[in-house]
């Protein structure tokens, strides 16, 4: 009896679907995690930088990084120790700079001959409970980016850390070779009471989920309502200058005008020490303007949303709790 009222709760839970990679995506699945839905986590697979991509060249492996990590918010095993077995990265010796997440993931994808499979055994090993990590493609594919001068360079390490001039802006970005849509992703997509759209690095974390055909076409179909999380900062190179009106612009160029049904903004201002040393990095808060504020289309939601702290972050509860309440 006590099983199939389990199973008849979770087949009542709001399904909520979060798309990105990175921090972005680690925030917005710790705090959702503590409310009763169901998760499922779409995350990129165009890493090439650090651990992640060392590993995808040494064994042909698929990118770890942000699978990696929405495994790790995901998590619900009451043994902490093994959650942070999967987060340890070395400082020494030959695994220098690895994650143990990362070689677990290479591990297992090497014993059960995919990737897929080896997602699915780690999800098991931290027990996550009422949610899944989905790869948006199981295709072994680069980022690149023209930029403003029609120079073309790739590899999301290359383009989230310039190598480049940073004050170029980015064209366009798009995957090769085209990438096969991992069917299980499409499936919770369109399944979903919500989909949040970040937030994180536009050109390196969200955008290259929605250049999966099958991803883009599921977003514009589905009738979860779509949320984007605006990002607190800009950041040199991929959104140098950007304010609220351009992220937007940006993200619905790559999926369809008008899409976007609400959209999240931080209403919290940073101590000025914090923002200094950002300038020094040429990034800056995101700015809410609008050339026509009453033909924007999202509904537009502004909440307290930064975490205390030295950076300015989010916080995945007061992120979590807005995201509950508008959906």
Do not use: C
């Amino acid at each position: 009896m006590g099983s199939k009222n389990n199973t008849r709760s979770q087949t009542n839970l709001k399904k909520i679907v979060v798309i990105g990679g990175g921090t972005g995506t680690f925030t917005v699945l710790s705090g959702l995690k503590k409310h009763p839905v169901h998760l499922s986590a779409v995350v990129s697979m165009a890493d090439d930088g650090g651990s992640s991509g060392i590993l995808r060249e040494e064994f042909g492996i698929l990118p770890t990084g942000d699978v990696r990590r929405a495994l790790i918010a995901l998590s619900s095993h009451q043994d902490k120790f093994l959650v942070k077995l999967f987060a340890y990265r070395f400082k020494e010796g030959g695994v220098n700079g690895h994650n143990f997440g990362n070689l677990i993931l290479t591990a297992l994808e090497r014993v059960t001959g995919n990737f897929e499979d080896a997602v699915e055994k780690a999800s098991h090993l931290l027990d996550i409970k009422n949610g899944a990590v989905l790869p948006v493609t199981l295709s072994d594919v680069r980022l690149f980016a023209e930029l403003e001068d029609g120079n073309i360079i790739y590899g999301e390490s290359n383009i989230d850390i310039p190598k480049h001039d940073g004050s170029l802006g980015i064209k366009k970005v798009w995957l090769h070779p085209r990438a096969r849509t991992n069917p299980k992703a499409v499936k919770a997509i369109m399944e979903a009471d919500a989909v949040i759209l970040g937030p994180g690095d536009i050109y390196t974390s969200l955008i290259p989920n929605f250049l999966v055909g099958g991803i883009n076409k599921a977003i514009q179909k589905t009738k979860a309502k779509k949320i984007y999380v605006m990002n607190l900062m800009t950041k040199f190179g991929e959104t140098h200058g950007f304010v609220a009106e351009d992220f937007l612009n940006v993200v619905e160029s790559y999926l369809k005008k008008g899409v976007i049904d609400i959209m999240i903004m931080n209403s919290d201002m940073p101590d000025k020490n914090i923002l200094k040393r950002y300038r020094n990095e040429k990034a800056f808060l995101v700015d809410e303007v609008f050339s026509n504020p009453e033909q924007v289309k999202p509904k537009v939601v502004r909440a307290s949303l930064l975490r205390r702290g030295a950076f300015v972050r989010h916080d995945p509860d007061k992120l979590a709790s807005v995201i509950i309440r508008l959906i």
